[in-house]
């Protein structure tokens, strides 16, 4: 090669930088290996203004990548090694992936002149992320690394956003890649790109629908917020009078405090209350949301037979589920602003009382709530820990709950009081430990704001070593931890479906204070119940990452907002 074209070269390595740099990227989570060596090499000699953030294990790496995207509307970049660190990384993948939230996973890997030789940590990597991601590949040829990486951000950012993958061989780290292909196109820094509307027609059909139903009730997943359609959503919803509800992953789609909110649908958060006033709907509108068991009560609310519209930008979606009588593929927002513009044409039919069908739902839910909010029985009750946060957090704080005791009560029965990103949990799989990582990057993409981490103990066994992570990079960050010695989710599940027959969901009782202090967190654990508005206090004003260890009423024993218990 002569020296010219040496000049006008990069290596891989450090062409993936500047194609991250290109893109805007500004953090990377993850975790050094030895197939890594040349990427890492690069981030320290190149200036490129990225911030890496080094994790304690790589499923770590991509939660915090999902939600910082989930925060800043921008693509989030983990990283791995090969081998355990590809395997590792895979849960928050397919979680981004089946969220709609786009996050780019790069698992360096082994030479491609090693392969089928028995190198250590050989894995078919394209075959690993292949259902797992929108888009994947392996870059084998370092002159085409710059369009693959531009395929993986036009992949993740346009259509219904998503994850995708790149394995980065060893030996293409090294080689040249050409320094005039460093470009990146900036409509795919930022989702949704490039969306787009439905067709005209069906936006007529559906009008018409919505104009001549007295009780209709929008149903808003997390599509809504993801196309930032809070207002205009708002906007139509008050000029049919509609009832607006959500799922837990559109929580945010309409402020919680709106005379039309509903709240939380569905058999994990919802109330007989709130599931009246979508079997009583003589319409339903789906926005942004699969419509999937858990929204629908096993696909019994909305009842078989209701007139349906259906908002979403996959058109797999639509129909799945339901008989739909108007599909409207696209964006959420560009189909809403038009579905608002041919309503305001005509003259709704509606029946004046959605205000009311919604208050009385948040009514019977606060009768519910309010008795158990205030109970100083012990174990603590976890709606007196919901209340005391309600209290306490500014309207702009943001919640990231893991799945298990959190989730139900935290959708439930925390009001929000804005519209928007402001509650993050994992509703795609539900994979405990999501928590307090996704909380990482939900602060790094939001820093001005409160973030608080809330968890079980069952979860906190799987992620307690990013807790030296936090501290590492004094995150002011509250975690607070329901501890009541089980897996409590199936503990429920075996008291009410199964005969109480409890059977190895529980485990011994930890010290999370003391486990959260020995990495440097201040910590606190909490048994009178009269004790905890005054810790949680001064938990949200220390200036650096802190624990609060609540010992709580484990679910099979409570009052929680899930049906199947229930019934």
């Not at 219904?160 to 040249?176: N, T, Y």
Request: a negative charge; hydrophobic letters at 40%; glycine letters at 8%.
């Amino acid at each position: 090669m002569s020296s010219s074209s040496r000049a006008n070269a990069l290596t891989g390595a450090e062409a993936m930088v500047r194609m991250l740099q290109a893109h805007g990227v500004e953090h990377i989570f993850g975790l050094c290996g030895d197939t890594t060596l040349p990427l890492y090499d690069a981030m320290s000699r190149l200036d490129h203004g990225i911030t890496h953030f080094l994790t304690r294990d790589e499923r770590h790496a991509a939660y915090m990548a999902d939600g910082y995207a989930r925060v800043t509307g921008k693509p989030g970049v983990c990283e791995g090694p090969s081998g355990g660190g590809a395997t590792y990384i895979l849960p928050g993948v397919v979680e981004a992936n089946e969220s709609s939230i786009p996050i780019l996973a790069i698992t360096t890997d082994i030479s491609t002149t090693a392969r089928g030789r028995y190198p250590l940590t050989e894995l078919d990597q394209t075959a690993l992320f292949r259902p797992l991601t929108k888009w994947n590949g392996s870059i084998d040829d370092a002159q085409r690394l710059p369009a693959m990486v531009r395929s993986a951000f036009r992949a993740m950012t346009t259509g219904r956003p998503g994850a995708a993958h790149l394995a980065l061989p060893f030996d293409v780290q090294k080689a040249q890649t050409d320094v005039d292909e460093i470009w990146a196109d900036p409509h795919h820094t930022h989702f949704p790109a490039e969306p787009s509307g439905p067709d005209p027609e069906a936006i007529k059909d559906a009008a018409n629908m919505l104009v001549a139903a007295k009780k209709p009730v929008a149903i808003c997943g997390g599509g809504v917020v993801i196309a930032g359609a809070m207002d205009v959503l708002h906007a139509l919803a008050q000029s049919l009078n509609m009832p607006v509800a959500t799922t837990v992953s559109g929580q945010g789609s309409i402020a919680e405090t709106d005379p039309l909110a509903v709240g939380v649908v569905g058999s994990n958060g919802a109330v007989p209350a709130t599931r009246a006033v979508v079997d009583e709907a003589d319409l339903v509108l789906f926005i942004g949301c699969r419509a999937g068991s858990v929204t629908t009560e096993r696909w019994r609310s909305p009842k078989p037979g209701t007139p349906i519209i259906h908002i979403d930008s996959d058109p797999e979606v639509i129909s799945a589920n339901y008989q739909t009588q108007a599909a409207l593929v696209g964006d959420a927002r560009l189909a809403l602003i038009a579905l608002a513009a041919e309503v305001a044409s005509h003259s709704p039919n509606v029946d004046g009382n959605g205000i009311a069908r919604a208050a009385r739902a948040w009514q019977a839910k606060l009768a519910d709530f309010e008795p158990l909010a205030n109970s100083i029985e012990r174990p603590i009750r976890p709606k007196r820990v919901v209340a005391a946060l309600m209290g306490l957090l500014d309207d702009d704080a943001q919640i990231v709950a893991d799945p298990g005791t959190p989730c139900p009560y935290f959708s439930a029965h925390y009001r929000w009081p804005r519209a928007g990103r402001q509650f993050i949990t994992n509703r795609a799989h539900g994979a405990l430990g999501y928590a307090l990582a996704a909380s990482m990057g939900a602060h790094i993409g939001r820093p001005d704001v409160k973030t608080v981490a809330v968890m079980g103990d069952g979860s906190f066994g799987f992620c307690c070593g990013e807790f030296e992570t936090i501290t590492r990079y004094r995150m002011p960050i509250t975690s607070i931890v329901f501890s009541n010695s089980t897996y409590g989710w199936i503990k429920a599940g075996q008291n009410s479906g199964f005969d109480k027959r409890f059977y190895n969901v529980d485990f011994n009782r930890t010290d999370h204070a003391a486990v959260a202090s020995a990495f440097g967190v201040k910590s606190w654990r909490v048994e009178d119940p009269e004790d905890l508005q005054a810790v949680l206090k001064e938990a949200l004003a220390h200036d650096g990452p802190t624990l609060v260890d609540v010992i709580s009423q484990p679910l099979h024993e409570a009052a929680a907002p899930v049906s199947e218990w229930v019934a």
